[in-house]
């Protein structure tokens, strides 16, 4: 399930992140990679343990929070801090899976499962060339290059890739997020509902036997396929 968060982040915000960013230090991307996937990620991130990768972090955090569609889209029981990256003229990253088990901060040794991935483009689609994040899943493969500001929210067990750049720079902050229910399949079942669940609501009103049923019948399937 792929899911397209329009205006995740403000233009306020977004210019904000951009102007720290311009000032900030910036090493190679290897570093928070796997052994396999470092060979073919060619990018430069923001130290993680930086000032910097901290309070621009904090308010990507506070976006998710207000952000319902991604709350429904999902599911979040832990959130890690969220990441900055870039790529300049003949960087790209190659066809990989993100790492299914990641370590949380410091948290004296605690894990999560790394069960959805997420993508906030920084800089606009005219800001550069090439750079399409590409998504493979079993309908086929799936280019995403948003707006800044804009969010792609996808199942973490996707093989996908960043394109070479070809002009410009592209801009980005990204993370992964451990699910309440760790099947993606579920995941899908559950947004759609709540879609469906947002548009009856507003037909047919919050005391509606239609509405009233649905909303139960979310809630039970949630209780029965939640982790906490």
Do not use: C
Request: charged content about 25%; overall charge negative; aromatic content about 8%.
């Amino acid at each position: 399930m792929l899911i397209h968060i329009p205006g995740a982040l403000s233009v306020e915000e977004v210019s904000h992140l951009r102007n720290r960013l311009e000032t900030s230090p910036w090493v190679d991307g290897k570093v928070t990679a796997g052994d396999q996937a470092a060979k073919a990620k060619f990018n430069l991130q923001i130290p993680e343990e930086s000032q910097e990768a901290k309070e621009l972090g904090d308010i990507i955090l506070r976006a998710l929070a207000r952000n319902p569609t991604f709350n429904s889209a999902a599911l979040p029981l832990r959130v890690l801090p969220p990441l900055f990256n870039r790529y300049d003229t003949g960087m790209s990253f190659g066809n990989h899976v993100d790492g299914a088990v990641r370590a949380v901060p410091h948290s004296g040794g605690m894990r999560m499962r790394a069960d959805v991935s997420t993508t906030v483009f920084l800089t606009d689609p005219s800001e550069y060339d090439g750079g399409e994040l590409m998504i493979e899943d079993t309908y086929g493969s799936h280019s995403v290059k948003l707006p800044a500001g804009d969010m792609i929210v996808y199942p973490a067990t996707s093989l996908h890739r960043v394109e070479p750049i070809t002009r410009g720079s592209r801009w980005s902050s990204f993370f992964w997020s451990q699910s309440m229910v760790k099947d993606d399949g579920k995941r899908a079942m559950l947004y759609d509902l709540d879609v469906a669940i947002i548009e009856t609501r507003q037909q047919l009103g919050d005391k509606n036997a239609a509405v009233l049923g649905l909303v139960n019948h979310y809630h039970n399937l949630l209780r029965r396929w939640a982790e906490l």
